[in-house]
């Protein structure tokens, strides 16, 4: 087991420095795998929110934004380079912090850190790219008038996170925000906000102008919910819940900023007869088991072509009781624990009705065995489901699967798109031109082919539905930060002509 290290003991990050909270509060820091307390975090509160947007406000336009809105892009990817830099430099400590904080297994935490520092990566050459995207002509009918459009960062970004990938999410928003020349605050998730507390510590190292990114700690309902309302944030982005994506909505409303929402889901992979079955149960528990299935496109419906579904499941099952669940840091470890009691709670309730609505667990289901202490729950696959359940209908997020058989393809799609969701699909077959057809047929912004969850910062990233809108990642993920802006010209040296010149009597 690797080393427990030293939990920093961080405040807000607002200006560039650190703050204590207005009202000198504090929250837990809760280790899910062992139950310990581990540390605590700040808690913001409407008072902090008010410092730290005032801080990101000054940030964009100092000095008339020269050094950072209107700096060229070049100037701003030199920060996130050395940001992904400091991310490599720190990438076992981050990984660690992330794991206790979260439960996820540290070889995932690892990958995460990868990820991140990749991300600041590509950022940073979509920002020198920017500037020779600028003043792009547009082509006009008439010779009279010129226009050609400029892009410019949107202003100052409230940014509000979940806790399933806790660095990574924030991430692929500070990343673009920062590269389109926003300037940002940062609130992620309270049950898990150490690494990107780090991030503010990390921001100092690299000497970012001061109040370009702050980050505040603490609930959503003291410090979320004033930073969607405030006047002078100019758009939200927000990754979570769909009822918090509704509050979230419904606050930007009332100032009509714009939003960008990544929520919920309740992802299908389908798969056919023809496929290496002990290749597609391995994509599907990729698809459910990783990170505890705490993933928003996890494909949590299993849909099986009804003559394989036998061998399938049992195949499923036996890999399945081949993960090793244990402490995350245990070397192999490929299933944590989920990341709260109460997350924990509402999974196992989400079994127990499962159950009591007539489907079968057919494997896991519980607490294991070994595994007394801590937040822990077997992966779990449930079979006999039909589509009005709950356990078919609503995001569980947690290590459940539920399974569900088919005859053709056209039931297939149905079944996949009998959903209020629309994030993420997935179909197994040998059969090219099926899978084409599926993935056109799907009512989601993300379709994998023959396998399930690799995500690429190139491409983009979002969903449909009540998954939410707009993009993250790739070059959609810095639109998101960008405002189109017109400038039009008039360039003949003729009068316009429309009103009568007055007589020059
Ligand atoms: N799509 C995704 O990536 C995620 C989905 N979820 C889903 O949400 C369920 C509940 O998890 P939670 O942590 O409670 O998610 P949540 O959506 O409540 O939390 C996400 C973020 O929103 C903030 N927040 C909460 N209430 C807010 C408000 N009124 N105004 C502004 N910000 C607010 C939280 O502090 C956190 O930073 C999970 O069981 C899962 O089903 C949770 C996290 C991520
Ligand atoms: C693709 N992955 C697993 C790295 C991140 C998914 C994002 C999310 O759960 O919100």
């Not at 709670?345 to 519980?366: D, H, M, P, Q, V």
Request: proline share 6%; aromatic share 8%.
């Amino acid at each position: 087991m690797a080393a427990q290290p030293t939990i920093p003991r961080r405040g807000l990050f607002i200006g560039g420095g650190w703050r204590e909270p207005s009202l000198g509060r504090r929250l837990p820091v809760i280790n899910p795998a062992t139950e310990a307390t581990i540390g605590d975090i700040p808690a913001a509160t409407a008072e902090d929110v008010e410092i730290a947007v005032a801080a990101a406000r000054e940030a964009f336009s100092r000095d008339g934004g020269r050094h950072w809105s209107r700096a060229p892009g070049a100037v701003r990817a030199k920060f996130l380079r050395a940001i992904a830099t400091k991310i490599k430099d720190r990438k076992s400590d981050l990984a660690l912090l992330e794991a206790l904080d979260s439960g996820k297994p540290l070889d995932e935490a690892n990958g995460d850190m990868d990820d991140v520092a990749a991300c600041f990566e590509y950022y940073a050459d979509l920002a020198e790219a920017l500037d020779g995207k600028q003043c792009s002509p547009i082509s006009l009918p008439m010779e009279n008038l010129k226009s050609h459009t400029l892009k410019e960062p949107i202003g100052v970004v409230g940014m509000i996170t979940p806790w399933n990938y806790p660095l990574l999410m924030a991430t692929w928003k500070v990343a673009p925000s920062l590269a389109a020349g926003c300037t940002a605050v940062l609130k992620p998730s309270e049950l898990a906000s150490l690494t990107c507390l780090e991030l503010g510590a990390i921001c100092t190292e690299v000497g970012l102008p001061p109040g370009v990114l702050n980050i505040i700690t603490g609930l959503g309902p003291e410090a979320g919910a004033p930073l969607s309302s405030h006047p002078d944030v100019d758009k939200v982005a927000f990754t979570g819940s769909t009822e918090t994506g509704k509050r979230i909505m419904t606050a930007a409303a009332q100032m009509v900023k714009p939003v960008s929402l990544e929520l919920g889901g309740k992802s299908a992979l389908i798969v056919f007869d023809d496929v290496d079955i002990d290749k597609a149960v391995e994509w599907a528990m990729f698809g459910i088991f990783f990170n505890a299935g705490q993933v928003c496109s996890a494909t949590s419906r299993l849909l099986l072509h009804e003559k394989i579904a036998k061998q399938f499941l049992d195949r499923l099952v036996a890999w399945t009781k081949n993960i090793k669940v244990s402490d995350p840091l245990e070397e192999g470890c490929r299933l944590g624990s989920v990341v709260s009691e109460g997350q924990y709670e509402k999974i196992k309730k989400f079994i127990s009705t499962a159950r009591s609505e007539g489907a079968t667990i057919l494997y896991g289901g519980a607490q294991p065995q070994h595994l007394r202490r801590g937040f822990f729950i077997e992966p779990t696959i449930i079979t006999d489901v039909s589509t009005s359940m709950q356990i078919w209908r609503e995001e569980v997020f947690g290590p459940v699967v539920c399974v569900k058989e088919f005859k053709t393809e056209s039931e297939a799609v149905e079944l996949a798109n009998d959903t209020h969701y629309g994030l993420g699909g997935a179909v197994i077959s040998n059969d090219e031109a099926r899978c084409e057809r599926i993935s056109k047929a799907l009512h989601s912004g993300i379709v994998w082919i023959n396998c399930s969850q690799p995500t690429l910062v190139q491409a983009p990233w979002g969903g449909n539905k009540r998954s939410g809108f707009g993009r993250e990642l790739g070059e959609w993920g810095l639109e998101n930060y960008l405002t189109v802006k017109q400038v039009t010209k008039y360039c003949s040296d003729e009068p316009w002509g429309w009103y009568q010149p007055p007589s020059k009597l």
